[in-house]
């Protein structure tokens, strides 16, 4: 029989996308959706960014590139790197990628062999396990439960590196939870991360330009510039540059893994496109400003969201501070029923929650968090007013289940 690696039967397709699908089948269905589940920008880079593509165009030579990226690529992103507080890169230390998610894969498959640790908290990014699973790493996960604010702790990750992992994996401002660390909270992670030489650090920061209430982005070699020789910096236009389906990532890093990052890449894709290349030098020389501007926005939705999250009696929100995701933990409904259906669990909310009311959501044990769930919420101003008072009505409807079986007798 003809079968496939075994390392297929540890892939899984995206859990998010799972459920972006069937609100795009509802919708064309015709439906009301709102959409809050797939993690988009949902707005387009500037004018300056299409004007550098049409001028490739002009000059496209057609050739392969380089499999760490072109030059000015390269430059580009070490001038934004020393904008965000990191000093003393060189090309030789950077290399570009199909989007972080290709970066990551990338640089996870350069550093774990099968049956080697990494540890990362929950709730995580749902490609981290994917892509570890994949490689057949062994996965130590990290709980910081919303009583912690998502937070890892110091004691947390200094018990965690006791066992010398091979990779600590890292995410700040957070995809789930929005939470970004203060400059003190990674100091004091930092001083945990120097005691722990053996331990590669990956730290995915690609929400860096979305940090809102003067909190400010902060990183681990900045605080410890001795964690530059074992530290990998991811890095994406997609987010904060409006630019998900151009597929551009970076990484900073020591030569040594950034030259497996493009030996990888040599291998993998060969280079990222010529035209694309243009866009994204664009985007990182360019004015700022549509980035800023988007920035603001979001805090602005953030401050609307996180205020009807919670004014619903029982449900919980640490206080998002980036990116464009609430993470509110909704477990005082479990147990109780909407509509004569059982709300069991995160995934039985989020069902009901689409099929009743036509919000889409991604349930938290996709991110390793079953008591929560997570609104993205950068769909139109409308949709996403809508889309909160529909949210709040489901809460309003839910029963207690003896009520319900009462109803239902
Ligand atoms: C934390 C985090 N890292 C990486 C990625 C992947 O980004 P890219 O589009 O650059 O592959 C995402 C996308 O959702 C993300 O949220």
């Known amino acids: 029989m003809l079968k496939l690696s075994a390392r297929m039967s540890r ?129 130590t996960l990290l709980p910081c439960p919303p009583e912690q604010n998502y937070k890892l702790t110091p004691q947390q990750l200094d018990r965690a590196l006791a066992s010398n992992p091979k990779v600590f994996l890292f995410n700040n401002p957070s995809n789930p939870t929005g939470m970004v660390y203060t400059r003190e909270e990674i100091a004091a992670l930092a001083d945990v991360l120097v005691k722990h030489p053996d331990t590669w650090i990956l730290t995915d920061d690609i929400y860096n330009r979305m940090v809102f209430d003067g909190v400010g982005y902060h990183n681990f070699v900045q605080m410890k510039p001795e964690l530059r020789e074992r530290t990998a910096i991811v890095d994406s236009l997609s987010k904060t540059y409006g630019m998900p389906g151009w597929r551009v990532g970076f990484v900073a890093a020591p030569e040594l893994l950034a030259n497996a990052v493009v030996t990888l890449n040599s291998n993998h894709i060969t280079n990222i496109p010529e035209v694309v290349t243009a866009a994204a030098v664009a985007a990182l020389t360019g004015s700022q400003q549509v980035t800023r501007e988007k920035c603001a926005e979001f805090a602005s939705r953030r401050d609307d969201v996180l205020d009807a999250l919670l004014s619903i009696p029982g449900v919980k929100c640490p206080r998002p501070q980036g990116a464009f995701y609430a993470f509110p933990d909704i477990s005082v409904a479990f147990g109780k029923s909407h509509d004569g259906r059982i709300v069991g669990n995160d995934v039985d909310f989020c069902a009901a929650l689409l099929e009743s009311k036509g919000v889409a959501c991604v349930p938290g044990s996709a991110f390793g968090e079953p008591r929560s769930l997570r609104i993205s919420y950068t769909c139109p101003r409308t949709q996403l007013d809508a889309g909160l008072q529909r949210f709040k009505e489901f809460f309003a409807e839910l029963a207690e289940m003896r009520e319900s079986h009462a109803v239902s007798a």
């Open 11 to 139: 892939a899984k397709p995206s859990a998010i996308m799972l459920i972006a699908d069937k609100a795009k089948q509802l919708k064309a269905a015709g439906h009301d959706i709102v959409n809050f589940s797939i993690g988009v920008p949902n707005f387009l880079p500037g004018e300056h960014v299409y004007a550098a593509v049409r001028e490739a165009l002009k000059h496209d030579s057609g050739a392969y590139g380089s499999n760490r990226g072109r030059e000015d690529l390269l430059d580009a992103f070490l001038a934004h790197l020393r904008e965000i507080g990191l000093d003393g890169y060189q090309r030789s230390n950077v290399a570009v990628g199909v989007g972080a998610k290709q970066v990551l894969y990338n640089l996870c498959e350069a550093l774990l062999d099968e049956g080697d640790e990494i540890v990362f908290p929950t709730p995580y990014w749902t490609s981290y396990l994917d892509i570890a699973e994949i490689l057949g790493a062994k996965i």
